[in-house]
């Protein structure tokens, strides 16, 4: 079965309405052998908050050293969102394999008057992928309820109830107290509920339940919580107090109500690691907290002016949206608002802050409120300056057309809308490599493409050829317009509308001249499309290409002015220094710092660029160094070589090392972890130096972890750009932010030379590209021994060149500068001849 058929087939299972109870997924369950009978499982219930508490949840158990899995809706742009392990999206492979054994069961149900809801078979597909994964624990997000919710099919260890508000009355009861009945529901058999409910909603609860742990900022609950307020346009600081251990930490969500969210999800993290006889302490608990990043949660996206998106789908949730923009010091507000048509659109205008301008939409999704009905919403409610807008981008864009710099723009009104909306800042579009008619197969299959229409395109994708991801209306209108500019284009296989339509381009320069000149004027937001299209394919300078509006994302606006680094004029050598004892190359050989500094000084005079100073051994199975060690390591070494003719880079994980780098005269930050700690990304900006971003699964590496990829090349580029949009909201500029796909970290052999062989598609990042190879064990693939394969790593140096890096990071200098010079004198040798 193909992707596209199982995606397809689940969701034309929307068409069935919704049937409470647990039933049906029981039965599903069993003809997978009853998978959630292996799991440990955590259920988070509630009106507002779900998503963000088992997020956090999710994140101090991986904290914590467990495998997790975590399953949300609804998604952005991908069905694969909803399920994750160690926050990697479910394969494209387990959702056929699964949909494939499911499908005639499912068909037969169907026949016999009893289908299941795509709910109900996306949860199922979510639980018995967890058991696949062999996780630890698993975080699941009550869909609607708890008590006839399709997730309480499992028995779970620990579970919550946010709050309680009235919402899906018609299904949960018309009362708070029968809505919070059904909550209740998810009480676990041998732990209390923890809850942050209140007044009439904590009552029921407590008549429902046998024990319950509450949560809030009342002096009487067993846990109580404070909000410290805004930390920065990304962070708010919360405290959380119990009668034996607390925690103060910073969380990168905004909204003094994120605070209980926080303590609920401390409880449930220590009620699990009791479970599990695992160790957890309040390092941990902060730690976990303030990485637990959630997209889409007053999601702050830009500063200047202010862009907000937030998911709010209920006058509970509108209600705190307005009180977080309070915070905010601001001109004026331009409102962009699209809900669903059977949520209560009069009282969420009621609870939003006033508006001075109004856009209406229509998420791309056939519940969605037509837009005139909603302009009329505001006009009762008494805003004078309305539009009626059509689509989600193009809404935003007239809300950039008319904002000034110190105004507010909010998209809110549905999760729907923050994920067309998000795509102006996550929208890549890739140049591929297309060799031969094996490439033109290889990148047209992963498209998902139908088989039919593979073979006609096939023989038309050998030149000029770029892929993105878009709506399929949008996917739609490109591909007309494509064809009538004398090109093609391609779409995946119709998979429902729940999921963005893959699109392959392929014709002349001449072709994307036209079609994009003709894209000028579009509507459905591909205007910024066309831009981003332009430039992928090298039609466009820094002159022509258009306004910061039209391509709010940072790899679309104007090129990077030179700042004099060396990667900006040809390939650069990063030179390696372990200050370690226990590296896996050269641990030991320049421990001691003089040896240290002689290395350094040979690798310069040999051509090195930069020389990357490393105190701790990422290693597989390596241990963790304490900070103090690490800054004892690095520190000498770095001043002992401020005044050489080269950069000075820190390869570290660790936000108090990376500053105390920088204040010994570091020029880069190199981490491996990809800036996972919010602290390293607001170190780099603050200090306005370039950063190293890297793909990892873990560091260090775990032994015998095997990870699954769909695409390698796809997936690596899909997690960098996430972590790239986390550095630019935390401040940093694009053009400081220098990409690494990670070789050797949760990648096979053959998948580190796949990437080698596709370093070009990563130039759709718009950052520059690091490539660390050097005598790693991808080289056994071709017969070398791990540690010690000078030529393997040398010969791959001249690939990686060739192919688009723009560092090459390794340990012998002498040898590989001059491989890098052979790459670019096959390019260009009047470069050496001059």
Partial sequence: MQYHEAVRFLFDLRRFQVKPGTESVRSLLAEFDDPHEDVTFVQVAGSNGKGSTARMTESILR???????????PHFETVRERARVDGRKIPESAICEFVERAKPWLVERAADGEP??????????????FAEAEVDVAVLEVGMGGKLDATSVVDPAAAAVTNVSLEHTAVLGDTIEAIAEKKAAVEPADRPLVTGATGDALATIRDHTTTVVTVGTEDD???????????????????????DWSVDSRIPLLGAYQAENAGIACVLARQITDELDSEIDETTLERGLRTAYWPGRFEVMETDPFVVLDGAHNPGACESVASVLDDFDVDALHLVFGAMHDKDQRKMVEALPDADSVITCRPNNPRSEDPETLAHVFEDAGVDDITVGDDVLSAVETARDRADADDCILAVGSLFLVAEARQAWTRTVTEATVRDRGDATALLERAHLSQSDLADAREESVHRTVSLSLQREQARTLQEAMLRAGGNCVTSAESGSGELADVVLMGTLAAFDRLTTRLADAPDGLVGVAADVRKRVGLDTADDRGSEATAPNGADSEEAPDDGYPWTDGPAVMGILNVTPDSFHDGGEFYDTDDALEQAEAMIEAGADIIDVGGESTRPGAEEVPVEEEIRRIVPVLEALDDVDALLSVDTRKAAVAEAALDAGADILNDVTGLEDPEMRFLAAERD????????????????????YDDVVGDVIDELRERILLAEKAGIPRENVIVDPGIGFGKSNAENFELLDRLGEFDALGCPLLFGHSHKSMFELVGSKAGDNLPATVAATALAADRGADIVRVHDVPENVTAVNVALAARDPDRFTE
Avoid: C
Avoid at 63 to 73: K, R
Avoid at 231 to 243: C, G, L, R, T
């Fill in 63 to 73: 904290e914590a050293g467990l495998t997790v899995g975590l399953y949300t809706s």
């Fill in 116 to 129: 299941l809801t795509f709910f109900e078979v996306v949860t199922a597909l979510s639980i018995w992928y």
């Fill in 221 to 243: 609950a067993d846990v109580t919580v404070r909000s410290e307020g805004r930390v920065n346009h990304q962070e708010s600081a919360v405290a959380v107090v119990a009668d």
């Fill in 689 to 708: 130096v370039p950063v190293i971003v890297m793909h990892s699964i873990d560091a260090p590496v775990v032994p015998g972890k095997d990870v699954d």
